[in-house]
């Protein structure tokens, strides 16, 4: 699931549904938050992945400075079209979907806005961006507008009911969107969105991914981070108190279990429990819907708050070990064998990774936005 860290204070009133969702979110796979006062697990945890793992130099790809024209106000995702040397950025405030120079971070162009027609976004919530180019961006309501590589509008579709957290591209041009629903199903359904390229005009259709619904285990289907492989398999990283990455093959079938068995569990506190379901109150009240009776928060965060997949197939996890400053990054091999882990010392809430770099979307001391890049280690020797 994405992560949300917006700057305080930012958030319109027509953000109202976006602010419900991300409030959903942030409670159902636990943002990353400062782990000083937390359970003694979470920072065992911590100070452990100090001591074991390699630090990435970074530099500023597109700095956190309020005074850009236009500047990142409040960006939520950024994904990396790697052939085209493009970065790809969606901005909430005002709704639009950004594309950056890969190599210098400079502003090519900014695709589409607030609104309900075509080309138009209404609560946007992620972003992805196939192999061929081929850019998707979520709305909460399950709207999918498609950009071509050469930036123009492409069509949309609606990928059906239910709240849309999460869209990941897949084989060829087909996405993966995650969405969810609460009482009385409580299940979260993965949707395939594919391009329809044997018609003349552009056109999609969309179709259920099976073994995809669990009723029943609310808190494991809502509490994802989602990615998908070139092949078509989904890695899920549900919560729980083990380190745990599932993949599952495009027909639905549980393919490989990935475990890192030595990471000890990041237990929550009360206070941090009933924080969650505060925000979750908030949410709920902010959109003008009815808070649930019962706010079921899980005791553990999720060892993995995001992941990514990089054009050689590799597997990066963004995980929750790091503290409010630092951020530790997971890598796995394309087979699912563990290779190596770095730490990042900057806020991080986003990651994308391409042939020779890995992208953070992170925040600065002072809370603003920026993306940053890291030049990706060229071997397990570099693992430290």
């Known amino acids: 699931m994405r992560l949300r860290h917006p700057r305080p204070g930012v958030l319109s009133a027509s953000a109202a549904v976006g602010a419900l969702a991300a409030a959903l979110l942030t409670a159902a796979c636990g943002e990353q938050v400062d782990l000083r006062g937390s359970s003694p697990s979470a920072a065992e945890a911590v100070d452990a992945a100090a001591d ?4 990435l130099t970074t530099r500023w790809l597109v700095p956190p400075d309020p005074g850009l024209d236009p500047p990142l106000a409040a960006p939520v995702s950024i994904e990396v079209d790697a052939e085209r040397r493009r970065l790809l950025v969606l901005e909430l405030q005002p709704p639009e979907l950004r594309v950056y120079d ?24 992620d ?4 192999r061929g180019g081929l850019a998707a961006v979520l709305s909460v309501s399950g709207r999918v507008t498609y950009w071509g590589p050469d930036a123009s509008l492409a069509g949309l579709v609606r990928s059906g009911g239910g709240l849309a957290t999460d869209i990941v591209a897949a084989r060829g041009d087909s996405f993966y969107v995650k969405a969810d629903r609460f009482p009385p199903e409580d299940v979260a359904e993965f949707r395939v969105v594919t391009r329809d390229s044997v018609l003349d005009r552009p056109r999609y259709r969309d179709s259920g991914l099976a073994g995809t619904e669990e009723p029943g285990r ?7 981070a989602v990615a998908a492989t070139a092949n078509g398999d989904l890695l899920l990283a549900p919560p729980g108190q083990e ?12 393919k490989e279990t990935i475990r890192r068995p030595e990471i000890a569990p990041l237990q929550r506190s009360e ?55 630092v951020a530790v990054i997971d890598r796995f091999d394309e087979d699912g064998s563990f290779s190596g882990s770095y730490r990042v010392v900057l806020r991080v809430s986003e990651v994308a990774v391409g042939h020779d770099a890995i992208y953070l979307l992170a925040h600065s001391a002072l809370d603003v936005p920026g993306i940053a890049v890291a030049p990706r280690p060229r071997s397990r020797g570099a693992d430290g």
Do not use: C
């Open 52 to 55: 074991t793992v390699a630090v």
């Open 218 to 224: 609310a808190l494991r289907n809502h509490s994802y």
């Open 243 to 254: 380190y745990l990455i599932l993949r599952i093959g495009p027909e639905g079938k549980l």
């Open 127 to 130: 972003l992805a961006v196939s």
């Open 271 to 325: 206070e941090e429990v009933e924080a969650i379901r505060e925000r979750i109150r908030r949410g709920f009240a902010a959109a003008g819907r009815a808070v649930p009776t019962r706010l079921q928060v899980p005791l553990y965060r999720s060892h993995v708050a995001r992941l990514a997949v990089a054009p050689d197939g590799t597997i990066w996890a963004l995980t929750q070990r790091g503290d409010g400053d």
């Open 102 to 125: 890969l190599l210098d971070g400079r502003l090519i162009a900014g695709l589409g806005r607030e609104g309900d027609g075509p080309g138009e976004y209404r609560h946007p919530i």
